[in-house]
């Protein structure tokens, strides 16, 4: 072990019932640097931050963890964070009804005699907060907090417990491009004070601008070790997916655009709960065959126009008309817009849109029952021949379509949810964020769905905070921004610099 | 030679068989658990009373004690699937029950006006609580809480708190009369006709559907497990057979529970209904954007829980034969702990109306089999209680059971018994190496540290080996 090693895992192999999570990972971090570790999911960099912070302890898995020139044996998350290694994960573990400083301070509250100092506490909140360059009323609620702020408070937090080694997992995945900007501008910044980070990211941008050395893994085994003079992003995603990817986007063949399908005309909506409107004049046209995308900020009022588009099922007060093939339509309901041929595919694919403790032909099937039932007694033969069906036609990877929709991956469950929507017939779809928080190999396969859906005539609109996303799949684009449309762009006239331009207006 | 090796593969079927089953059981744990349990109480009891527990008069007299229970549990299963509670049932079954009997004694109604009003009322309750629920979301808990009161006070002015006793025969035919029987050598066959009907349709049907499932290659499950459970329950239905018939034949006490259950069996297992409360359930925001209306489901499921107390509280009232102020209390409590006892999850989305009806049983059996075998009274709501207690752990312990493969697991082992027997020795060795170091406090002790997880982690690899092994990867080869 040299010298200028913080950390260095040793041969770890870690195995569930049926699966071999690890198998001898080895990782070695230097002080003071910003090491990634990237692979697609399930290639085991969660489960190894898991064995690095004691959460999965000390005995169940085999190999060494020398930290700081010692073997450590982790029982649980106090001994990893009191040795100075502190984990951001994607769940946050903020309190939403506590106070700012309050949660800074949860778990080692400044006390004395077991009475509480809050004066310190404050003061000391404070501090921590200029370090991470964070400028807040420190008596405000965390949950009144946007993502990217309750970020950077769970690293104030981290830093006041005498970080030496921060661990932060796809931190910018829930961020917009500035928030995310602003982290990594961050993390150069607690480098220059000698705080080491890991990151875990999909992104592969990031690794390119801030990483000093990564570790790709694969299949839960160490591929290689990449150090900052050899990084390019065709190298680590020929080492990620184990071949070569030419094009992160599939060729689509030129396409005939037909009638407008789908059009908003003057569509506003007021939300009672924050008592403004979340959508100002939307005026989007959509075009048979035609794939539209709708750019913008995490935040912006794209979710919410798509509900008003698909229903209305948060009841906002809308005003406007929406047609549809011609015809202005007024839906109450989301029946209504699934009778319209309109399908959804929300952006939190456990929230709102799988039923996880049902197996893959029920959540399959769920979109339109009356096709698989008679008289409202269901044929079983049918439901489960159509699932079968789709998950042959897809290519969902399931040892059985009647295995649980739990325990699939992110991608193949995402590939579930737009199967129920296909399986209602829809002529128009709305992907929302259709590829968060899924790898390579599974965004590539979920991209030629949406090709070949097209292909057949179908109307597609891809709500998207990915830039290269957005460029890459879609024909026409629609910038919102709080809640206003700001632009609208061909694709041949569209850059992302013009994008950002119109969303941050 | 010839006749021993014979005997060793007749052995080994016989033995794969067990192994498969056992794997079954094990893997399905949550599905079989109460059954099991169910089990061990009724031979329990049966040696704690000389078998006079499982004898036809008693256990007779258990299913109709039980029904009213039953009944209610069914519905309580789709107000808690749907992650709903219902609090007010005990006391609306109670009134309705006293509605119809005094509507019936005292005011002169026909059964069936009576019937028909109670009905109405029932459905506009269940309706009003749906409403308040789904649309104004106001907390079951508060609704039905104040419901319970309500009814409570309703059931008071009803009976103007005395007892009314009934006389008219509709009460007395339901409560304690039994179907027509037709006696032939001290056994009822009418019965018997039923019943045999009832296997029979058990085990074509499932033939059937297992050919249905081959022919469009769909999983069937295991073959071995199939036939257990047919078997399995042939028996029980033979038995129940035997016991109704040669006591009095079917009471309708336990005819109406069985129409009850039946329907609703179906409806939650084979209709778009079912599927519907079952995913608003398991996901209310998901099923409202697959454009279910979780209004209106929830509607349903309050009004369907109304209609049941209602015939609860006239199953109730007639096997007593009378109505009273003192109806009601503890019914809905009974039904709750029905439902979790049968492993209905209070997150929502799970949960079988059978298991339900199991998990009535399983309590009224505790109460009567305790009664029967003089045991003091006062310890039977300790015992309820602790066993809820342990069927929702056992519940929750077996969430995330993976599946097993003993046959597997016995291939493995003849396999990699070797490598593990050696394993073990170079773990046991290096532990104590690692712990003379340790004593003599060597300079190089962390040598023997690595030395001890290397082994440990040889050790656990073949141990997984062992665990996760299936049947086809040794077939194959």
């Known amino acids: 072990m040299k010298q200028d090693d913080l950390l260095v895992m040793k041969s770890i192999t870690k195995t569930f019932p049926g699966v071999k999570a690890l198998d001898e990972v080895n990782i070695n971090v230097k002080r003071g640097e910003i090491h990634f570790i990237v692979g697609e999911n399930g290639a085991g960099k969660s489960t190894l931050m898991k064995v690095l912070s004691g959460i999965y302890p000390h005995g169940t898995y085999s190999g060494d963890i020398i930290f700081d020139g010692e073997i450590k044996h982790f029982h649980n998350i106090k001994q990893s964070v009191s040795d100075g290694i502190v984990i951001i994960n994607q769940e946050l573990a903020l309190f939403p009804n506590l106070t700012v400083y309050e949660n800074i301070f949860v778990g080692h509250e400044i006390s004395k005699a077991k009475i509480m100092d809050w004066d310190k506490t404050k003061k000391e909140a404070v501090k921590y907060l200029n370090m991470v360059g964070l400028d807040v009323d420190i008596h405000r609620m965390v949950g009144s907090l946007g993502v990217g702020k309750q970020q950077l408070i769970e690293i104030a937090k981290a830093l006041s417990q005498n970080v030496k080694l921060l661990i932060l997992d796809e931190p910018t995945a829930a961020l917009n491009e500035n928030d995310s900007e602003n982290l990594l501008e961050l993390l150069v910044e607690l480098k220059k004070q000698g705080i080491t980070s890991i990151m875990i990211s999909h992104k592969l941008k990031e690794v390119e601008a801030i990483a000093d050395s990564l570790t790709v893994l694969r299949d839960g085994k160490t591929i290689v070790r990449i150090e900052r003079e050899d990084i390019n992003e065709q190298e680590i995603i020929r080492n ?10 599939p060729k689509r063949p030129p396409y005939e655009v037909g009638d407008v399908v789908l059009e908003t005309v003057h569509l506003n909506a007021f939300d009672h709960h924050v008592n403004r409107y979340i959508v100002n004049d939307a005026n989007i046209k959509l075009r048979k065959g035609e794939v539209v995308g709708l750019a913008g900020l995490m935040g912006a009022g794209r979710t919410e126009l798509a509900h008003c588009i698909f229903g209305n099922p948060d009841n906002y007060k809308l005003s406007g008309r929406i047609i549809v093939h011609g015809k202005g339509v007024e839906m109450h309901h989301p029946n209504d817009a699934i009778k319209q041929g309109i399908a959804y595919v929300s952006e939190d694919r456990k929230q709102d849109g799988l039923i996880l403790n049902e197996t893959i032909s029920q959540n399959i099937t769920i979109s339109d029952l009356k096709k698989i039932s008679k008289s409202g007694v269901i044929d079983f033969f049918k439901q489960n021949q159509y699932a079968e069906q789709y998950v042959k036609d897809i290519d969902i990877r399931t040892p059985s379509i009647l295995q649980d929709v739990k325990n699939l991956s992110g991608g193949n469950q995402q590939k579930v949810q737009v199967a129920k929507w296909l399986f209602a017939d829809p002529k128009i779809l709305i992907l929302d964020e259709p590829t968060r928080g899924i790898d390579v190999g599974a965004k590539y396969e979920i ?5 070949d859906l097209v292909a057949q005539g179908m109307s597609i609109l891809i709500i998207s905070s990915e830039l290269p996303e957005i460029l890459g799949m879609c024909d026409r684009i629609y910038v919102i921004a709080e809640g206003l449309q700001t632009a609208e762009f061909d694709i041949k006239d569209a850059t992302p610099e013009k994008i950002m331009e119109s969303a941050t207006v | 030679m010839n006749i021993l090796k014979t005997i060793k593969k007749v052995g080994w079927i016989i033995q794969k068989y067990f192994l498969t089953l056992m794997s079954m059981i094990r893997t399905n744990i949550r599905d079989y658990g109460m059954f ?48 709903q509670i219902d609090l007010s049932v005990g006391y609306i079954g109670a009134f309705l029950g006293a509605y119809v009997v005094v509507g019936v004694e005292n005011l002169g109604q026909p059964v069936w006006l009576a019937l028909l009003g109670a009905l109405v009322i029932t459905v506009i309750v269940g309706a009003g609580k749906g409403i308040l629920v789904a649309k104004i979301k106001v907390p079951a808990f508060v609704v039905t809480l104040a419901g319970m009161f309500i009814f409570k006070g309703l059931l008071m002015f009803r009976t103007n708190n005395r007892t009314i006793p009934t006389t008219h025969s509709f009460f007395k035919n339901l409560g304690i009369g039994y179907l027509p029987t037709f006696d032939v050598g001290g056994y009822d066959l009418i019965t018997i006709v039923i ?3 009832g296997i029979l ?7 059937n559907t297992r050919r249905k499932n081959q022919k469009l290659n769909i999983p069937n499950e295991k073959l071995e497990l199939f036939i257990t459970k047919t078997v399995v329950m ?14 009095r034949g079917i009471s309708y006490l336990l005819l109406v529970t069985v129409v009850v259950v039946v329907i609703y069996h179906f409806m939650t297992t084979k209709t778009t209904l079912g599927r519907r409360i079952y995913a608003v359930g398991g996901n209310p925001d998901a099923a409202e954007l697959s454009g279910i209306s979780v209004e209106k489901i929830l509607v349903i499921v309050f009004i369907s829980m109304g209609i049941l107390a209602l015939i609860s509280g006239v199953m109730y009232a007639s096997r007593l034969q009378n109505t009273s102020p003192n109806h009601g209390p503890f019914w809905e409590l009974y039904a709750i702990a029905a439902a979790f006892i049968g492993g209905t999850s209070a997150a929502g989305g799970v949960g079988k109306v059978i298991n339900a009806v199991i998990g009535s049983v399983v309590i009224m ?15 039977e709501p300790i ?20 599946p097993i493969d003993y046959v597997g697991i016995h291939y493995a082992k003849q396999k990699f018994g070797d490598e593990l027997r050696s394993a073990q020795e170079a773990f046991r060795q290096a532990k104590i190496n690692l712990r003379k170091a340790k004593k003599e406090d060597l300079d190089d002790v962390i040598e023997y540290e690595y030395a001890f997880t290397n082994a440990q982690g040889e050790l656990n690899k073949i141990k997984d080996k062992i665990r996760v092994a299936k049947e086809e990867d040794f077939v194959k080869k």
């Open chain 1, 240 to 249: 990620m997916v184990g071949r070569e990817i030419e094009d992160i986007f």
């Open chain 1, 447 to 451: 991209y030629t769905i949406i090709n």
């Open chain 2, 36 to 83: 099991i349990a169910l089990f061990v109480i009724f031979i329990t009891f049966s040696f704690m009373t000389d078998w006079i527990f499982l004898g036809a008069i008693n256990f007779t007299n258990l299913l109709n004690q039980t029904a009213y229970v039953s009944v209610l549990a069914v519905g309580m299963t789709l107000v808690i699937v749907t992650r």
């Open chain 2, 195 to 197: 019943g045999g009907l």
């Open chain 2, 201 to 207: 349709l058990l085990i074509f049907g499932g033939i």
């Open chain 2, 234 to 247: 042939t028996l029980i239905l033979g038995y129940l057979i035997y016991t109704f018939a040669s006591f």
């Open chain 2, 365 to 379: 059996s505790l109460k009567n089999g305790m009664a029967l075998a003089g045991v003091d009274a006062n310890l």
């Open chain 2, 383 to 402: 015992i309820l209680g602790s066993v809820l207690l342990l069927a929702v752990i056992f519940d929750i312990f077996t969430r995330n059971v993976r």
